[in-house]
């Protein structure tokens, strides 16, 4: 996995007809289309490792892991090779009544990465689904113990939680929120733990020290009507990979317990190994002090590989029990086609064995010191501002005066030219690559990534240039 001669992405004769059908007859996510032919869709024919290539022949580096799920790389073989098998055996059954080995085995190994803590998995297909599922449990388990004015839910400034309307109620990104606002349910948002808000002086502890007690001051006044606070452990992703200090999950942790009020994980993006540890939540405990967990989790994109869709929920034993009754209404009810799709969860088993005999989470300690080490000049480039890193996550914000109108269209653009695939959120520029770099590779990827910056901001931009841009995820 070494650096390759450039490859030309500008020649079309292949890929154009695949756009132009595209742009015809498939209406794009998270896109304008209005705007979608001067930036048209790339024709991906295949992928190999971290690389995904076109119709031409031109390779892209897989930056953000295809929208942060692919984590050792596309087609990779193992993985596959369990799906295969998998596919000879059974491609599907419905869980409802039924099981089968995938669903039973991943279960009971994702258990048993809590300690046992987290002890009963409810599979869905897409991380809003997981956030739905997530949301009712806790409800409905205040409902079925005699508490159902716990209804109502508390989220994070500028977090997100996904485009269904039970998710984006809890979701305080206004592009993705305002237009279907007046569908939504209510909820409280709280002060973000975002470390960019440090006030001189402050460290990012005392960020989330602040944060906290906004919090605090909440669940004292509402806890008797708050059902659970859900929040994106150490990471607030799409608003621009606002990270925080693991104190703030320390002091959640403190304050649900005391207020009676569920803890909810969003792992779906920061999960399986992005943070540095398999569960962002990890990284709440205090070193040599017994681990915390919240009361659910939520996980999806990277936990099938890129492979296929597959999301769960993580529940506490108390939490389970209260849904059991001869009373069939309070079951949990709720319910997918392909709820636990035994493909899906073959691939996740095999993204587990990867992660178990591979050390994976060792190795990308060594990646990670690679490529921050080769990003090292951004830290003090005067174009930019909040390098920040946590394990297999880089990002860093463009100062306004240099990114000008359209900042994350020129980028991506630019990006496609130096062989990078890489959608900046905003003025955020960040990268969530695979875990199947080597060093070399990072010097490249750092070198290209510092290149397309300067494609983009050689020169200060003024006001009359600037306009306020939606973020791209």
């Not at 984590?71 to 039924?98: E, S, T, W, Y």
Request: hydrophobic fraction near 45%.
């Amino acid at each position: 996995m070494t650096a390759h001669a450039p490859s030309n992405p500008e020649r079309n004769s292949a890929n154009r007809p695949w756009q132009q059908r595209s742009l015809a007859h498939v209406w794009h996510p998270c896109t304008q289309m209005q705007r979608a032919a001067a930036l048209p869709p790339l024709p991906i024919a295949r992928g190999e490792g971290p690389w995904l290539i076109d119709h031409d022949g031109a390779r892209y580096f897989d930056a953000t892991s295809s929208w942060w799920v692919n984590l050792f790389g596309h087609a990779d073989a193992r993985i596959n090779a369990a799906v295969k098998a998998q596919l000879d055996r059974l491609p599907h059954v419905m869980l409802a009544g039924c099981t089968h080995a995938p669903a039973v085995e991943l279960a009971e190994r994702l258990s048993a990465l809590t300690g046992g803590v987290l002890d009963h998995c409810f599979f869905a297909s897409d991380g809003a689904s997981a956030v739905e599922i997530a949301l009712k449990m806790s409800f409905h388990h205040w409902r079925n113990v005699g508490r159902a004015d716990k209804r109502e839910f508390v989220c994070l400034r500028h977090g997100y939680h996904g485009e269904t309307l039970g998710a984006l109620a809890v979701t305080d990104v206004a592009v993705f929120r305002d237009a279907y606002d007046p569908l939504l349910m209510r909820s409280h948002q709280v002060m973000s733990p975002d470390a960019r808000q440090a006030l001189p002086g402050e460290s990012a502890a005392d960020v989330a020290q602040r944060a906290a007690a906004e919090l605090e001051a909440l669940l004292e006044a509402r806890h008797e009507q708050i059902a659970a606070l859900i929040l994106e452990p150490l990471v607030q992703g799409a608003t621009g990979m606002a990270m925080h200090d693991p104190a703030y999950l320390r002091a959640a942790r403190a304050l649900c317990d005391r207020y009676e009020v569920h803890l909810i994980a969003d792992e779906i993006a920061v999960g399986c190994g992005r943070t540095g540890t398999f569960f962002a939540f990890e990284q709440a405990a205090l070193p040599g002090e017994t681990p915390i967990w919240p009361d659910l989790v939520c996980l999806s994109k990277g936990i099938s590989g890129g492979l296929l869709p597959l999301s769960l929920v993580l529940c506490r034993e108390h939490i389970y029990q209260a849904f059991l009754d001869d009373d069939v209404a309070r079951g949990f009810l709720h319910s997918h086609s392909y709820t636990g799709n035994p493909l899906a969860c073959s691939a996740a088993l095999a993204v587990l064995d990867r992660f178990e005999h591979d050390g994976v989470l060792q190795a990308n300690r060594q990646r990670a010191a690679w490529l921050t080490a080769a990003l090292a000049p951004l830290r003090t480039d005067p174009r930019i501002e909040h390098f920040r890193q946590i394990g297999m996550i880089w990002a860093f914000d463009v100062r306004e005066a240099f990114a000008g109108n359209r900042f994350p269209d020129r980028f991506h653009l630019a990006g496609r030219a130096h062989e990078l695939l890489i959608r900046p959120i905003g003025r955020t520029v960040y990268l969530m690559p695979p875990y199947v770099f080597d060093e070399p590779l990072a010097r490249w990827l750092a070198q290209r990534l510092i290149a397309t910056l300067d494609a983009v901001t050689q020169q200060p931009h003024t006001d009359a240039d600037r306009a306020p841009e939606p973020p791209t995820a």
